[in-house]
């Protein structure tokens, strides 16, 4: 496939490069050129901007189950680690529905260019197993910190 008069921002740098082809092969970006003569299908892209997915460097994503709970709270009431909200929350959901919450999330990211979300994982390694599955065929990038 072909874009073709896309705009982007390229490199480290992010230099911005006005109305270039890019042909994709395999999901991956092969060639970007001003002109990419080829048989394959193409798509006009003018007024269009390519640019790098997006990183969510801090993120709690099970915690998406409860974001708008206590929101008039104080902050020890809401995320305290032995009587706060959250952990109680947390702790009574059951694992099929904090998966559904974490998918959910995940692909929300993705509607709004995140391509990668960096997770302060809570709950050990059932946490850290409970995000794997539930990010199981969707297609964004996990950095998974945990204590």
């Known amino acids: 496939m072909i874009l073709n008069n896309i705009s982007t921002l390229y490199g480290n740098q992010l230099k911005y490069i006005e109305s270039v082809d890019v042909k994709i092969k395999n999901g991956k970006f092969e060639e970007i050129s001003k002109k990419i003569s080829s048989k394959e299908k193409s798509i006009d892209c003018s007024n269009l901007l390519l640019i790098p997915g997006f990183v969510n460097s801090h993120t709690h994503i099970a915690d998406s189950i409860g974001k708008d709970l206590s929101i008039d709270a104080d902050v020890d009431s809401k995320i ?68």
């Open 80 to 147: 305290h680690p032995m009587i706060g909200l959250k952990q109680k929350l947390l702790k009574e959901t059951p694992k099929k529905s904090l998966a559904k919450y974490i998918r959910n999330s995940a692909k929300s990211m993705i509607k709004k260019g995140i391509t990668t979300f960096i997770d302060f994982r809570e709950g050990g390694l059932d946490g850290v197993l409970l995000l794997k599955s539930a990010l199981d065929n969707v297609p964004i990038r996990c950095v998974i910190l945990g204590r």
